[in-house]
């Protein structure tokens, strides 16, 4: 079965598709419409933006222009990183929706715990704010589930101490070399699933020996190994290109790696 066809199940029922298209660092304009018009061409059905990159209307208007029945494309996108005040985050999402031409989100997410300008910097009363914005959005409709991103255990435990609702989603950088078990094992006893963005390394690993190797073993591109990678952890990639032969490279990953090969891959 094709991965496009196979979805993870959210703890409140919904499905999500098992592997996404990220479009962060595209940018807003052509190159955003083009990029997100050719990976729903492609079977993608499940698109991740977010406010803070500034591509929302782009992203937006492709899946607009897709002809495809919008509850076919799941469409997720994020809260700025720096919003942390109730009002200020109902105020982002009624922007967001009208930036993307939509009357509802399939998943949003609080993008990060702190600013990325004040990485660190200690915003556990402005979480706890933003989330409860972000379950009055769940309960109207507007968002079918919400999340966050970056969340460290400690983050997710400030959120959830005070929640009426846990987090359905945290969305962190996973790749071949670069796990976070501490942050797994929460999301997994929690039932969080978690979202792997960046699963190629932003590129870094597509050349280490290892990886080639095993990549032949399997007769797979390196890329196509650290995609199932992530989904052998249960966790829901996010690859992003803007070249349609990548794209659809990037969505032939229905192999599976032994659970030797994936201690090896563990160890890296």
């Known amino acids: 079965m094709s991965v496009f066809k196979e979805n993870f199940v959210l703890s409140n029922g919904i499905e999500i598709p098992k592997i ?23 079977q993608y059905r499940h698109i ?10 782009s992203v937006g208007q492709a899946i607009k222009d897709s002809g495809i029945a919008r509850e076919e494309i799941f469409v997720t996108t994020k ?7 109730y009002q200020d985050a109902l105020d982002a999402f ?15 997410l609080i993008h990060a715990p702190w600013p990325w300008n004040d990485i660190g910097k200690d915003c556990k009363q402005g979480n706890i704010e933003a989330w409860k914005a972000l379950e009055v959005i769940y309960q109207s409709g507007r968002a079918k589930a919400i999340g966050v991103s970056n969340f460290s255990p400690s983050d997710l435990e ?15 950088a996973m790749f071949i070399g670069r796990d976070q078990k501490e942050t797994e094992a929460f999301c997994k006893k929690h039932k969080i699933l978690i979202e792997a963005y960046s699963p190629l390394g932003t590129g870094r690993i597509l050349s280490e020996n290892r990886i080639v190797e095993m990549a032949k073993k399997y007769q797979v591109t390196p890329a196509q190994l650290c995609i199932r ?21 990037n969505s032939h990953v229905d192999f599976r790696i032994s659970a030797d090969d994936m201690k090896i891959l563990e160890s890296i």
């Open 158 to 172: 400030n959120v959830m101490n005070h929640a009426k609702i846990v987090p359905h989603v945290n969305q962190i």
């Open 229 to 249: 990678y992530c989904l052998e952890k249960h966790a829901l990639p996010l690859p992003k290109s803007t070249h349609e032969s990548r794209m659809i490279e």
């Open 20 to 42: 996404g298209f990220g479009t962060w660092q595209i940018p807003n304009g052509e190159d955003a419409y083009q990029a997100v018009r050719l990976a729903l061409k492609h």
């Open 48 to 57: 991740d933006t977010a406010a803070s990159y500034q591509n929302e209307q």
């Open 79 to 85: 809260l700025a990183s720096h919003i942390k005040t």
């Open 94 to 108: 009624d922007q967001t929706l009208k930036d993307l031409g939509l009357s509802y989100v399939d998943l949003y």
